[in-house]
């Protein structure tokens, strides 16, 4: 965690996926079915350190590393993405972080900046009833670099009307950090503050 400001922020980003809710799960259960379906080697290990990266390029990066042609990686991100949405009756927040939300909202403006797209994202977010509570949803449609360039981050500070130095943003993976890093915002690994929270349970 990159240690807090003495400046109080003036506006919070969050990323979705791992972050608000717990769906990473859920995503590995769509990967799993479409590696097989596929042919395609993706360990579990590795989904989880490419957490921010648009299904489609995961996908693009592991044709060119297996030598694949046979499939085309939009074609195949869809069928992840059908089945994904089959098992979001299932997703949970965490609660550890939803609750800074719900603590800041209507007080601050904030935003959500999500490796995810434009069409899961907001069905994530109204599962939880939480969707009301960001002025912008920024998701891996709305730019053209991904994680860990700083792109999402910025365009999510630009949509709330907040300088990125004065905003605070949480993630839950290594690119993610790097990203809110290079977007020069305060960043929160909120895998620290999950374990945290295990150990005082």
Not at 82 to 99: F, G, H, K, M, N
């Amino acid at each position: 965690m990159i240690p807090m400001s003495t400046l109080q922020p003036l506006g919070l980003v969050f990323d979705c996926d791992g972050t608000l809710a717990d769906t990473m799960p859920l995503h590995w259960q769509a990967w799993s079915a479409i590696s097989a379906r596929h042919g395609i080697h993706f360990p579990e290990e590795r989904f989880y350190a490419l957490g921010g990266v648009p299904t489609r390029d995961i996908l693009r990066l592991l044709a060119r590393e297996q030598g694949r042609t046979d499939y085309d990686p939009l074609v195949v991100a869809k069928e992840k993405e059908t089945i994904y949405l089959e098992l979001l009756p299932r997703v949970e927040a965490i609660e550890e972080v939803v609750s800074i939300a719900r603590e800041h909202r209507g007080r601050l403006p904030m935003a959500v900046a999500t490796g995810g797209s434009r069409h899961a994202i907001p069905k994530v977010l109204e599962k939880l009833g939480i969707l009301g509570w960001f002025d912008a949803v920024v998701t891996s449609e709305d730019v053209t670099r991904q994680k860990p360039a700083p792109d999402i981050f910025l365009e999510a500070a630009r949509r709330i009307g907040v300088d990125p130095a004065r905003c605070r943003a949480y993630e839950d993976t290594d690119l993610g950090m790097q990203s809110i890093v290079a977007a020069g915002m305060e960043a929160v690994d909120v895998r620290l503050m999950r374990r945290a929270s295990a150990t005082r349970a």
